[in-house]
């Protein structure tokens, strides 16, 4: 399908989710991006994506505020609040954003909520390119469990796809690269949106524009995997993950559940990485401004699924303090190339909660995944055949350490740190 | 409880939604309290109840009308719509209607949503009695799946009481008997709304004016029998009822089911009687303007089933228009005393369809129902040991026909129509 | 219905369930039963209740042995293991043993599992009063998913309600008084077994011999109320209770729930007291050979709750080694009063663990309980007005202390220590 | 992985259940083989495999015998009936069989039921390879909802795995290509058995003996793709298929929604074919003996979309009693060289119960099917740009007709008749 050219490897990027909740503003954003420019672009990391409330004036934290009015424009449209995105002033929209991060080579993108703004709806303002008003196509008895700004899209109404091709047109207009689009794969309510991520590839398709599109929350459920494919890049497999040992502990599970339905263009997404300096403006996830509360071991396994399984990458702390370590899990290219070229990813075996993922790299070799998901130092291993290996021998190098560390036959087998991984290129001898 | 003696016995009335849906009129409205007075007083029924929409100045039929506004005080509370309800003209509410019914010897009730209107919460207005606003107590995540005039109130924040004490006042002085409170015992979205039920019976306790407490719509879960039972006087075990059989013969099963949790002042409810001339502004039901499609047996059935279980006796048709017949289901005094003065109600079996019913009346009496749900004329029976009848021989009473029909003995037994049902008295001779 | 009559009043007992788990022998039984003639039968304890396996001869503890052969007559029947029930040999079953304890003026119980030995399904055996063999009427895909030894029966077959006579005319040869059937009111696979239940109910009515009717495990579905209460005289509310606070005040909210469901000769079950020293040869509820794990305080919270509730009471301990303090437990007449006489009981009030119920005595009395569930001592109270109270002085009798501790005016207020609770009778002045 | 090798293109055979139900014998099987070998295995049909209950002698109809007793070996494992299988005697097995269809260059397959026979369990016979037996591997409460011949095995236990072992290498000494086991990828009590599918992976991974492992009944959940694709080669998406139109067309959505996960030996599987003549000892599907129930639109339709799709193709019909039209829906080469050599095959739209499904053929051509659901005829249609073809104009072939029909240009375009299928092939001009 012609969308999953848009992002035939799975996107890598920076969201302003984890560090600032609901309250980035443009000059952060274009602090990340110069950031981003100049330390990660040349190892693949391109997308600056705005996270949500970006209409909101006054949100001070992750946590929203019921019924507040938001920016917008006379077509229900929401615009970027000026006082937040300065650039933004006299209906320019996130247009000179983007083209801040365009000049720097790397990609724009914002998040969405699913629907229409509940002012619009309840001061029925107009839709562009149709006599009908924002009353006319909000479905009255879809809201978000979680954020009171928008109602649902009915589309059966007239004006129903209108009024998305007009979101899209604008965004076009303003240059977005990649939409995460929020309350459609998954809703303690209603369950997954069809109907709606359906009325946003069309109006995608017809924007003139390649955008990647994205869907959140999760769970995403996997019944719809041919849906999910055929609509969009990329999908969150959980709810918010956090820097919390069960949530990454539970991840395994998900990523094996979806390691079936994945390939170039269409990327089950097990969320942005809580790394480095986050919860600056966020009170989710249990906590507020830290360092991340991973271990180091628990960065390196978390570093290693997501390369192995190939999710998107979506850096989410503060780039700009970063330190050292945290730096060196993103530019490591020979992890970063598992990342970009490895195909087949699965799960080898799972026992007593020892873990085994491999998959296939280029001219014979295969990345393999040890993984030590208990609470002591542990022996981890897979047996030749496991892996379908038929060679005697092969030789290994250690992708985190960037070094060949010998060969081994009949069975890999390494001491494998609590909660930590190791990450090996094997090569047929 | 105190709050059961305000029904010590089922409710009887008359509700406009069958007949008008969301549109009745002051006038309507009097015209069969008139009819009420005159005809049907005498025989215990009692309550006129203007059902909802009544803040709806436009209201045309049963369909609600989405985001639609409502007349609404400075407080946050809905007042009845002038051009439908003139005598509410300078703020005088349903009083003067009040008093009409009151003078009459009749009582007055209305219809409310659960919740606070969406607009107070947009406009954040003002809630009496408190320093809070509208947009402080609405539970943001709230809604009615069929209805979009309000959101749920929050009980755990400041005010949210008060708001429900200062409906409550305003009802009170506006002399309501009997409050039908929807989107409350169950909801398609969020089961039922527990807090708000409790929320809404301090709010009449404290009021000062004695109220009946009903419920709807259903199914009312079982499991919450307790909680009912505590807080209101009726709730609807079941969604919407109209003249359609198998909505009829769905009955039986759930008036099985709460047979157990019935008493005085506690009254599962099969909903209003779709009898007469109904549907005269309601779409709902499938139909429209109409005389019930009811065939006489079935609403035979339905008259019997109601007042052997105990059911809220509401009218649903334009009484004004009713037939002979229609008015004799209303006025046999022989079987509205089963209905009023019967206790123990219980299905005795059921058999292929063949149903059979009993309760105890005064001097060791026995009210039996035999009903014919098959779709041919059948003979249905029961024997005196299943009745727990131990005399040798009874004299049985034809209830409908008010006759004297001789006597039987080991088994009652006879020939029931199809659809139909037979209604005695037994006497031990 | 004529069954209510067996059990006007909750019943009260012994069950050699959690002393002895699947193992009891005759001489246990019988020394439990001499206890109780002595101590206990004059405060109104009755019933002396085998619980389940006693067809198995090498039964060892609560643990079931998979697809173990158990001792059977020519018609499917299981009959007691000899070499536990010796008196049983030479196909008396039971009947000496219940003449012993009839003797003794107590009653005798035993507990049946649902439906036909596999055993007897595999080898074909005959069906009593019927041409059928056992593999006609056992219902190939129904099992207990916790027991190895029945199938259940398909009452639409022809022979099943012999089947289920023969078994209930043998009990009333032996003089059984009481039955527990296990695997039918609620199972993790199936629900609620209603089809059995009611053969159940007819065999019994037909055997000539009351019997009081006794439903587990649980939760039984207070969705079927009316099926049991019209088929049974008691029901177990929740799985196993065991000497877990977890469980004791989980039994709060089912008491409640089930509250309105109760009455003469139907009574929910809260399952039998884990008193004294249990566990003897059983392994369930986590642990072994024991004195009961509840402190003091939580044993006059269970008993103060199953009193004023009315649960039946069954004494789960070897009766023999009682100390003073749980024979104290067994003996207070004044609490038994309210087990006994006591009418209506509800919640009043639950808040923030604070529990409080009442019930109605004689002349005009209320029996109230004070209940702490909360992890430290605490106030716990209730107001005139919640508890209907309208003189404006009452006098307190505590029940356990059996002792007037003076009056109160507006409000009960006490302190309750931890997990514990207070038991008053309440009398107008 | 390794078992993928031995089904890289969906297996095609014949299957004994539409036509014969449990009741197959050898000559029947042989019969069919013969007429396999020579009309259909120069089309790829190769698989003969006979159904359910081999090893009753007394099997009457496809209507399962409660309890019935089943031949057996020393070691708890069944084995064929001699009266119906004559050449199995001596404990020969399905030896002779098995080398009299390889001989004709086909292979062999039989059906088995997940676990251990019920007879063995309450024998306790032995199990080969282990000193525990049958009761000791027995899951208590592991059965089949339908059929009562087996016990689930608990692969907790030592023994289990030796069992399952001991039965591949059974079949493997017999002969077998291909297992079909029963009650296992869904179940009606428990869901899948996903213990027991990794328990028979490993015992075929074990036995030697090359073995395509189709899992039944369906629907396989979605959820388990991982799992079953890393353990199987296919696995039924429904529950059992008939001649019966609703079916037909619910089976559209299963593939929608399984198009994702399938590749070179895992197969998501549509059931048997029932065509041509079946029932003939079989009244399921509410059906005895006849001819498919399904039109010629109708069985073009199931082949389509079958083909398409790439489901196995497994013949349930005698296939002796095979007319014209039905043989020629089995040797349509084109047709198959869709079935065998598609890729990618997705559904590029639903509307109104029109559907396109397409996939990718070698050299830039491209299978097309049109498939008209409703019930008139219907022009289906499919853009170019939904089809991602880029050129101007394609060159068309019928595949049913197997003639070419010119060109088209923009869109794919034609009227469909009720119930029918357009399938054809498109090549670049």
Redesign the interface.
Known sequence: ??HHQYALTPPMGWNSWDCYGATVTEEEVKGNADYMAENLKDFGWEYVVVDIQWSEAGAVSSAYR??IPLDMDEFSRLIPAVNRFPSSADGKGFKPLAEYIHDKGLKFGIHIMRGIP??A??Q?TAILGSDVRA?DI?K??S??????DMYGIDHTKEGAQEYYNSLFDLYAEWGVDFVKVDDIADSR?YGIHADEIKMIRKAIDQCGRPMVLSLSPGPAP?????LL??NANMWRMTDDFWDIWHLLYDMFDRC??????IGPGYWPDADMLPLGHIGIRSVDGGASDRYTRFTKDEQLTMMTLWSIFRSPLMFGGELRDNDDWTLSLLTNEEVLEAHQKGTGA??VLRENDKVVWMSYGENDTIYLALFNLTDENSQVEAEFDQL?ISSVEVKLRDLWANEDIGTASDKISFEVPVHGAKFFKLTNI
């Open positions: 399908m012609k019921p019924f509940r002012q709806v309840h029925n009353r909000a009255p008895n809201i978000c469990p979680w954020n009171t309510l996997l019944d719809h995997a041919s494919t055929e094996y559940k979806w390691s079936k339905t699965r799960q379908g």
